[in-house]
């Protein structure tokens, strides 16, 4: 198909299951969305081999809990999330991952084996374990285990920004956590914030505040919330001092590959010279710094809302005639 051999097609959800009415054993028709994903999007019914309609699972195949399904979405989820082995492990690989707390020498095949022996219930029992403990699991040499407790150990001076990405707030990503960051500059401030507050802040809408709310409400995550203080991780952002104000009140939107510097580099670079970066391209943009690759919707709406694009050396050079 274009190409490629396809083997799997997505089936997205149940709505799109019911919607196109299939049955086991159905010939259908498969198309790449956006020349890419295959998907499939009708069914040949004059070649149809049976009548026996496909059932949507009603439990998680992991654990069995009944799923559930929030009004509104359209994807089921298991409920179980602090028994369900995969929500475990999870969420505690989000929290080591190199855009989050970065911790070297810790992976996937760890985790799992850590989580199923019982050393890890949530990622703030990663600060309590001891090398005795690491150097026990199966296949762990005492090199590998010593990287682990030093990358555990060094993870505490990972910046508060990134700390509030870890911890795995539903809808809370990269920028949306560096913008909470910059308005509360405190996690204690943070859980005290209220829905206007949090719907004040850029970038924060009513699901993101909702969504906050909830998340320090729950008694789990406070537990979670006071291991990581306790085992000393930054709760508290940095006062940065700027190279410049040259970019001061300027909001970027960064896409696409670049060659000389990274996008977390340009980011930085951004920030660093007072301006602003958002992930979505807006009314309010004044600045898309695009790369190879960037993405024709960006263009197009860039282009339509009068944007101005600059490439990676015309920033570089802005930055530089400071």
Do not use: W
């Amino acid at each position: 198909l274009g190409g490629t051999v396809v083997k799997r097609a997505s089936l997205h959800n149940a709505d799109q299951i019911e919607k196109l009415g299939l049955c086991r054993m159905d010939t259908v028709y498969v198309e790449k969305g956006g020349e890419i994903i295959p998907k499939i999007v009708g069914v040949n019914e004059a070649k149809r081999r049976s009548e026996e309609r496909v059932v949507y699972i009603s439990s998680c195949p992991e654990c069995g809990t009944e799923l559930v399904r929030n009004e509104g979405e359209a994807q089921h989820f298991c409920p179980n999330d602090t028994g369900c082995h995969p929500q475990v492990k999870g969420r505690i690989e989000h929290f080591i991952g190199r855009k989050a707390m970065d911790i070297e020498g810790l992976g996937a095949e760890t985790v799992d084996a850590l989580v199923r022996v019982g050393l890890l219930t949530d990622a703030g029992d990663l600060y309590t374990l001891t090398f005795d403990q690491v150097v026990s699991l199966d296949r762990m040499a005492d090199k590998s285990a010593n990287n682990l407790i030093h990358g555990v150990e060094r993870s505490k001076q990972i910046p508060f920004e990134r700390v509030l990405f870890a911890i795995g707030i539903r809808f809370v990503g990269e920028t949306v956590a560096k913008k909470l960051a910059q308005k509360f500059s405190t996690l204690d401030r943070l859980m005290k914030a209220t829905y206007e507050e949090l719907c004040e802040t850029e970038e924060i809408g009513e699901k993101i505040a909702l969504s906050v709310i909830q998340f320090f409400k729950e008694e789990r995550n406070l537990i979670f919330i006071e291991k990581l203080k306790v085992a000393g991780l930054k709760m508290e952002a940095e006062q940065k001092k700027l190279d410049s104000s040259v970019l001061d009140g300027k909001v970027f939107v960064v896409s696409g590959v670049f060659t000389k510097v990274s996008r977390d580099e340009l980011k930085g670079l951004i920030e660093a010279n007072g301006g602003k970066v958002a992930s979505s391209i807006s009314a309010k943009t004044n600045f898309v710094l695009a790369g190879d690759k960037m993405g024709p919707a960006k263009l197009e709406k860039a282009t339509k809302l009068g944007v101005e694009i600059l490439d990676e050396d015309a920033f570089l050079d802005l930055i530089d005639a400071q």
